[in-house]
């Protein structure tokens, strides 16, 4: 299973930024993809999570109303749309793959596999 991110890069507070996740090497029908973040010096934490039916769409605190996640189950791509951007988004946002059901969850002891992520900096 391969996960690669891309999308991130360095904008403005305020600003808007659409990460995208291509997963690949699986042939499971359910799965969840996890969106998470990890700032420097910080512990990683989730952000939002997407699955392949309908399993909710949660995300964390920080972020709701602001960001927006959705998947492309055809070409098992998910996004993660970035708006308002502030300084306390910035980090390293990854993806990750939950095999096997359509339920989402914010836990990523829960998720398999990772990929290597991509930067987000907000600043002006």
């Known amino acids: 299973v391969q996960l690669v991110e891309s999308g991130g890069g360095l904008v403005q507070p305020g600003g808007s930024l659409r990460l995208s996740c291509a997963a690949s090497g699986f042939t499971f029908d359910d799965y969840a993809i996890g969106w998470f973040r990890q700032a420097p010096g910080k512990e990683r934490e989730a952000v939002s999570c997407v699955s392949s039916g309908d399993g909710g769409t949660p995300y964390t605190d920080s972020v709701r109303g602001r960001f927006t996640v959705s998947l492309d189950n055809t070409k098992k791509t998910a996004y993660l749309q970035m708006n308002a951007l502030t300084p306390g988004d910035t980090g390293v946002y990854y993806c990750?793959?939950?095999?096997?059901?359509?339920?989402?969850?914010?836990?990523?002891?829960?998720?398999?596999?990772w990929g290597r992520g991509t930067q987000v900096t907000v600043s002006s």
């Open positions: 990750a793959v939950l095999p096997r059901t359509w339920v989402c969850t914010l836990n990523p002891l829960m998720f398999d596999y």
